[in-house]
């Protein structure tokens, strides 16, 4: 069932997932199609994500986003939204920071790991920062290692912040102890984007790759082909893993395995070794009430005559 509609005001809107947006010239979503995209949204009862550029909108854009309520994304040059995005660790590092904010880090590998200490430093002082590995499909065993040393690091200061009476959620580390079942991206099982064309889209990233992939438009509805694909249940790997946090992107399933409910190997064992991370940072605190298991894995594809 449908819960979330992200409208993307621009075409530059920021991205805030594994996607690039290469676009370079603005072009705003028509007012019509606003107001449309609201209205349908009431229609269905769902909950409203706006995606901004990095440019001002006009004011009578403003006033019609204003008329419901809703969650807004935005770069964070414009300093205050529900969620603001960076694009690397140390463009997060040198803008000001709030605390009371949510941030999204999008980042490549080289820049996390040689940022890290620079990462450390700044990420606890906000409430929520979302770690989003952008080429997290070039991983190699060397990364995997590299990768996995970063978040013991990480692990190591969120336990001397818990110490202290302070905590901050970080997603690659910390989602994982307080969720008991999958809390995934769910794009095209819960949420759906509507693109500045006035038509439907399983998520940006399936917009900006392709225009003609989307699902429907505002004047015939939504109309999702092989629907179930996008369904936890027909997802043979992620419906039996216990990696809750992961965020199944199907996007990159699609660019990886060329399969949406089949992730690929380097997204299992980045979201494994998050797991076992969180694993060991709640034996070590118990700040909350869950138990994640030992396994002998990192890939379920490995192990998956046992299912």
Known sequence: MLKYLVILLDEKSVSFCHYENPVKENKLISKEDLKAGILFAMKENLNIQFVYPSEELPKEYSE??????????????????????????????????????????????????????????????????????????????????????????????????????????????????MLKQMNNCNAGAEVITLAPNGKFYVCPAFYLEDEKQSIGSLSEGVNIKNAQLYQLDHAPLCRICDSYHCKRCVWLNKKTTFELNTPSHEQCVVSHLERNAAKDLLLKTQIFDNEIKEIDYLDPFEVREQW
Do not use: W
């Not at 000001?96 to 949510?102: A, D, L, P, R, T």
């Not at 969120?158 to 110490?163: A, L, P, R, S, V």
């Open 64 to 177: 019609i986003i204003n008329t419901i309520d809703h969650s807004d994304i935005k770069p964070i040059s414009k300093q205050r939204a529900d969620v603001l995005i960076c694009n690397s660790v140390t463009e997060f590092s040198n803008n000001e920071i709030n605390k009371e904010q949510v941030y999204v880090i999008r980042t490549k590998k080289e820049d996390f790991f040689t940022n890290l200490s620079l990462l450390k430093k700044n990420i606890f002082k906000v409430q929520r920062v979302n770690m989003v590995l952008t080429d997290i499909d070039t991983f190699s065993e060397k990364d995997f290692e590299k990768y996995k040393e970063a978040l013991k690091e990480l692990s190591l200061e969120t336990e001397k912040q818990i110490g202290k009476g302070g905590f901050s959620q970080i997603n690659i580390l910390t989602d994982r102890i």
